[in-house]
């Protein structure tokens, strides 16, 4: 057999391990929690769900980008989250610290969730990879096809009413396109049944100070989508 079939099969019968301990007879359902009441007559909570996730995911060795990582950069936030972001992958201070979005463009992110009237706390943070690629090099392939299964499942896990995607990998990635994030920001797109809005990444906004703006319309349109009013500029101000 060569590596590569013998690669895939050992992932399969580790996917299907996973779904067995989740309960899932009914290979073509999903592991939804509806999913799994019908199957087992019983139904996991988020959180054991999320359990199960990590224990899969455990210390990956499944892609080269296990080589240079320190951390993998599970995601962060409330499982019960309406509103999830989704960005590329972690840089240097996330690998460290094991946390998404925490270095600059974080702190960028931070500032723009605070601008919506939320928190951290309130919403989801995760990134399409989630280990970090060496010198920030952008991810391959077969990188996201072994990583992309994992944000799926939580995903499913959280069922976000609207998620963001963070710049153009994210947006590309998730809406399987190749368009420029500059054509796809500014309306909502969706990723199977849930609202997707693309936005321009932190970091580009670092770069590029004057689209934010653009950026915040975008942010608009998803606070208006959750029923959720516009702070006024004085109560944004007010960092919690
Ligand atoms: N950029 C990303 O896309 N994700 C992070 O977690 C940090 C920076």
């Known amino acids: 057999m060569s590596d590569k079939i013998k690669n895939a099969t050992d992932d399969l019968i580790s996917f299907l391990e996973y779904q067995k301990s989740l309960g899932v007879k009914n290979l073509l359902s999903t592991t939804r929690n509806t999913e799994m009441k ?9 959180n054991e769900r999320i359990t199960h996730l990590k224990e899969y995911i455990g210390d990956c060795k499944r892609c080269r980008l ?6 993998i950069v599970f995601g962060a936030g409330d499982y ?46 995760a990134n399409i990879i989630k ?7 952008n991810p391959m392939q077969d990188e996201i096809e072994q990583c992309e299964p994992f944000l799926v499942e939580q995903i499913n896990i959280i069922q976000p009413e609207v998620i963001v995607a ?18 796809l920001r500014g309306r909502f797109d969706y990723y199977r049944d ?32 959750l029923g959720l009013a516009v702070p006024s500029t004085g109560t944004r101000k007010q960092k919690k």
């Open 38 to 46: 019908k199957n087992t007559g019983t139904e996991l909570s988020k």
């Open 66 to 71: 296990c080589e240079e990582r320190k951390t």
């Open 80 to 125: 019960n989250a309406r509103l999830m972001f989704v960005g590329e992958a972690p840089g240097r201070d996330e690998d460290i610290q094991g946390k998404p979005f925490v270095g600059r463009a974080g702190k960028l992110l931070t500032d723009m969730i605070n601008a919506m009237g939320l928190s951290r706390e309130q919403v989801f943070i």
């Open 131 to 137: 280990c970090r690629p060496p010198q920030n090099r």
């Open 166 to 183: 963070l710049g153009t990998f994210s947006a590309q990635t998730l809406l399987k396109t190749e368009n420029k994030i500059s054509n």
């Open 194 to 225: 849930i609202k997707l809005m693309p936005t321009y990444h932190p970091a580009y906004l670092l770069r590029n100070p004057n689209e934010k703006k653009n950026a915040w319309d975008d942010l608009k349109c998803v606070l208006s989508e």
